[in-house]
């Protein structure tokens, strides 16, 4: 070997030796099977971790808190056959300065996991409009919830509170920022269930959420107030898909009460342009999939059933002013039942800003009518069964549609 050769050796070996490679911390409980467990809570292993650290959490119930401001992986794993980590604080408060509260809190980092836990924000003991609740929340933060079951964020009383969001909230996944910078958060493959409002919110400009493959089940509007499967407000650009989202039927509710109650299963309320909405199943809702207002936007290949009180994609442009450019394409809908006299595959409103779609390919059987669509939007030819109208055009009937018996 030559001297150059043996030196280059050296450097190597010294570059390697200064290295921090990333550990492995072990949490588990006393009286458990958890070998080589250090910690007994996971927030000291938090608190133990340097940056980039894998947590891996034992099978048992850990009655905590946890806040990450650094990048980490808290993962659950098995043990003797045993394979459900619980996380269920026995009481809540808000952390890291928030003035929200959640079992788990990410905030100001990137690149944290949470995989395999399941967690439970249920005994948060939050009443009317004082504290929103999240099962976790990324807050300017990124990185990954997968394959977790998260519940419990059903705040009691909630009926009061006037305001559509924040207060009297209850949220499977929160994820929003505080105006700057810009974050990626993928929520995927996970059970979301028992929330008082939304099983996945993304509030803001400068979020990427991609939510994928979960399981969200709500109750629907018999919890008082207005409930969402995955709710984008105001700029994040989404890309929703392959989820099934199940809400909730009128049953004994009024009319009135039903529709200022309502569920939805995606909703849309001015999120950023190019959001992607597809192959997703959506039943037992008052509205499938509600747009208000957005812009170069896919609707694309969903499956919506058991629609009861509005349509099964309600579109209108109100929130920013405008709703164009987007395509609607391959919807399949199944059983819209009206309260009152009307509901339809796809309906679109009138006067709000709609114009420059294209609705193409929709399936529609059981409804009041197939599509109605505004003159500033183009519409493909569908497959319309057992609807009382085909198509129907907004504009020339704004606010008195056609009536339920020809």
Request: net charge negative; charged share 10%; hydrophobic share 35%.
């Amino acid at each position: 070997m030559s001297i150059a050769t043996r030196m280059l050796l050296a450097a190597a070996i010294l570059s390697l030796g200064s290295l921090s490679w990333a550990a492995t911390l072990s949490v588990g409980q006393p009286n458990t099977n958890c070998p080589g467990a250090i910690y007994g809570t996971i927030t000291a292993a938090v608190n133990a971790a340097s940056p980039g650290d894998t947590i891996e959490i034992c099978p048992a119930t850990y009655a905590e808190q946890v806040l990450i401001t650094k990048p980490l992986s808290l993962i659950g794993v098995n043990a003797n056959g045993v394979g459900r980590v619980l996380v269920q604080p026995s009481t809540m408060s808000p952390v890291g300065g928030l003035s929200s509260e959640a079992v788990i809190t990410v905030m100001n980092t990137y690149g944290v996991t949470i995989k395999n836990l399941a967690v439970d924000a249920s005994k948060n003991g939050t009443s009317g409009c004082a504290v929103p609740v999240a099962v976790i929340h990324y807050y300017n933060a990124s990185g990954d919830v997968e394959s977790n079951a998260l519940s419990g964020a059903l705040v009691s009383d909630p009926t009061n509170c006037a305001t559509l969001l924040p207060l009297g909230s209850g949220f499977g996944v929160q994820v929003d920022s505080s105006g700057s910078g810009s974050f990626r958060v993928n929520v995927a493959n996970n059970s979301i269930h028992d929330y008082t409002r939304n099983g996945v919110l993304a509030r803001g400009a400068g979020i990427v959420v991609t939510v994928n493959g979960n399981t969200i089940s709500g109750i629907g509007p018999s919890v008082g107030v207005y409930q969402f499967g995955v709710f984008l407000e105001n700029g994040p650009v989404g890309v929703i898909a392959n989820n099934t989202i199940t809400e909730g039927l009128c049953g004994a509710l009024s009319l009135t009460d039903c529709k200022s109650a309502r569920s939805e299963g995606v909703t849309l309320r001015s999120p950023g342009n190019g959001t992607v909405v597809e192959n997703n199943v959506i039943t037992n809702a008052q509205s499938g999939i509600f747009i208000n207002g957005g812009s170069q936007m896919i609707i694309r290949n969903n499956t919506i059933r058991n629609i009861q009180g509005y349509d099964g994609i309600d579109i209108q442009g109100t929130a920013s002013g405008s709703f164009t450019q987007s395509l609607i394409q391959g919807n399949t809908i199944f059983n819209v039942t009206p309260i009152g006299d009307y509901g339809c595959g796809i309906w679109e409103d009138s006067g709000t800003g709609v114009a420059g779609n294209l609705i193409d390919g929709t399936t529609v059987n059981d409804a009041y009518c197939g599509v109605a669509y505004v003159e500033a939007d183009h519409v493909l030819p569908g497959d319309y069964n057992n609807a009382l109208y085909l198509l129907l055009d907004t504009d020339a009937n704004p606010t008195n549609p056609p009536p339920t018996e020809p």
